[in-house]
């Protein structure tokens, strides 16, 4: 079935130690988000690729990157964890001013 | 910038009726749309409304207000499954959700 996967659903790391989450997806569209959700909070966008064009939320720390080096895959890296990165980390694609199609997310959890 | 309310927590019955409002002032509006999310899991999509007016879909409706500012989500016959989070999310270029409202249906 088509769908957004999420690797790892469950990520712990050290404070300071940089971590990738991985984002696929095999709807073929255009734009993929990362966004961050923190408990009973709403998910916060990070950033979004439309296509290859990077776009970064302006409130987003520089503390985090991300990489699609094609269509299908993107990544999310954080060069040095910090306590209050804890989150959900949610994926999601779609097409331009369409729904999302969220993956099952990432729980990263900061020690 | 962008500001969308909705309420915290609902609580209903099985079998009953919910409605969740929404309303937001957002810098441009290219649609809203509803996900559900239960604990733990990603957003699903539930509705999208771009025109005024009441979107259907089984037990779920969406209903819009452009000129208000306003949505509800209409929640039929509740089941313990729609215990959940419920996001308002208005499209203006980018997703900008609301905080959710949970909804805890008792039997």
């Known amino acids: 079935d088509a769908m957004v996967i999420q690797n790892p659903r469950y990520q712990v790391t050290q404070f300071g130690k940089p971590v990738t989450l991985s984002c696929s997806q095999t709807l073929n569209h255009n734009v993929m988000y990362w966004y961050q959700q923190k408990s009973s909070q709403a998910p916060k966008l990070l950033f979004h690729y439309y296509d290859k064009d990077f776009n970064n939320e302006a409130d987003t720390p520089d503390n985090f990157q991300s990489r699609r080096p094609n269509t299908s895959f993107c990544f999310l890296d954080i060069r040095s964890p910090g306590l209050g990165d804890a989150a959900m980390y949610l994926c999601a694609t779609g097409l331009p001013n369409n729904e999302q199609f969220f993956g099952p997310g990432t729980r990263l959890t900061v020690l | 910038g962008q500001n969308i309310d909705q309420p915290t927590e609902m609580t209903a019955t099985e079998g009953a009726i919910v409605q969740i409002n929404c309303t937001y002032q957002t810098s441009g509006f290219n649609g809203l749309f509803w996900y559900q999310q239960h604990a733990g899991e990603a957003p699903t999509f539930l509705s999208y409304n771009v025109l005024d007016g009441l979107e259907e879909k089984g037990r779920f409706s969406s209903f819009l207000s452009r000129s208000k500012g306003y949505s509800y989500l209409l929640l039929k016959e509740l089941q313990m499954k729609d215990s959940a989070s419920y996001l308002c999310?208005?499209?203006?270029?980018?997703?900008?959700f609301g905080a959710g409202t949970t909804v805890t249906v008792r039997a």
């Open positions: 999310a208005v499209n203006d270029y980018k997703l900008s």
